[in-house]
């Protein structure tokens, strides 16, 4: 072979090797974005079935009223509303710690968004309305927490005086 072959050969094994180099960052870039596209998606399933912070809230004002009544009648059907206290005051506070699921995974969905951030350079509105959206509903579910905290406590309470519970 003569030196201009061996040049030659150089050149073009050097040009197969950067088009090879091209090719796999493409790959791997439409790999990673399908990726965050998945994670995306589960993101968006989560929030559908996010707990409504709102709905939380209504339900706890129409304990509260309940828990009025309660304490005001005390008369024999006492025993089942109390009862049926108790039961409402379990259920808000389990979609209170399901409304906290989610709320971890929308900022564990916010940090993969981050990741993809960093290395990739887009989805700063996508970051930006993860964070208002979690700042948003961290407010909602600090301000229920005392509330629920407190219906438990007059809830236990009354069924003590009510001898449901010992």
Known sequence: MSGSSIVL??????????VMCLLMRVFAKQIISGFFAAEQMKMIELSKQTVD???????AREEAKQMELISIDPSAPSKVLAEAAMLRVSQLRHAHDTALQALSATQNALLTK??????????????????????????????????LTQWGVQTEKLATGLHLVD
């Open 114 to 147: 981050r990741k993809y951030y960093a290395t990739y350079g887009s989805g700063a509105s996508d970051i930006k309305r993860l964070e208002d959206f979690i700042v948003q509903q961290e407010g909602k579910l600090a301000q229920l927490e005392p509330l």
């Open 53 to 59: 912070v709102e709905a939380l809230h209504a339900q």
């Open 9 to 18: 050969a150089a050149v073009v094994a050097f040009m197969v090797f950067a």
